[in-house]
């Protein structure tokens, strides 16, 4: 959490470019509409680019990053979202999940998505937690579509249950 305190000032400088091109991905397979919940959300960059073409709300457990963002955003880690179930249409979270406990974060984004709903999350290729992250993601949600994009997988979850 510290980290992501101190480097919040330049966070946008050294990361919103690759963040971008992993939105630009997730574009090209969903078009984000509805009420949408950005889990992980650091400086609000899915919010800032999608502007009023959808009702983002950010969620980011250090409030220094959030500050330097646009909407609603709320300071809460991913494993306790503050918000009641089924309260989103779709749910994202741009390589984020990796700081995350991760099965807690997919419970939890699963409990605030509502049926039928979109859980898209990318995760890096690199992370040692990739393969735990897969078992989990088809425990809790069964079937999901893998995309191989930039340096992260985008995976995409259609919640039916």
Do not use: W
Request: charged letters at 25%; glycine letters at 6%.
């Amino acid at each position: 959490m510290d980290y992501y305190n101190t480097l919040a000032e330049g966070y946008d400088e050294l990361h919103e470019a690759e963040q971008l091109a992993k939105l630009k991905i997730l574009l090209k397979y969903v078009q984000l509409k509805g009420k949408i919940l950005d889990v992980g959300a650091g400086t609000c960059i899915v919010a800032r680019h999608l502007g009023k073409k959808a009702s983002v709300v950010s969620v980011d457990p250090s409030k220094r990053m959030l500050v330097r963002g646009v909407g609603k955003r709320h300071v809460a880690k991913a494993e306790q979202l503050p918000f009641p179930d089924h309260t989103f249409d779709i749910v994202v979270s741009l390589t984020a999940l990796h700081h995350c406990d991760l099965e807690k974060a997919l419970v939890e984004m699963k409990r605030v998505v509502k049926k039928d709903g979109i859980v898209a999350i990318s995760f890096l290729k690199k992370s040692h937690t990739l393969t735990p992250f897969e078992g989990l993601l088809q425990r809790h949600f069964g079937a999901f579509e893998k995309i191989d994009g930039y340096q992260d997988y985008l995976y995409l979850i259609k919640h039916t249950k």
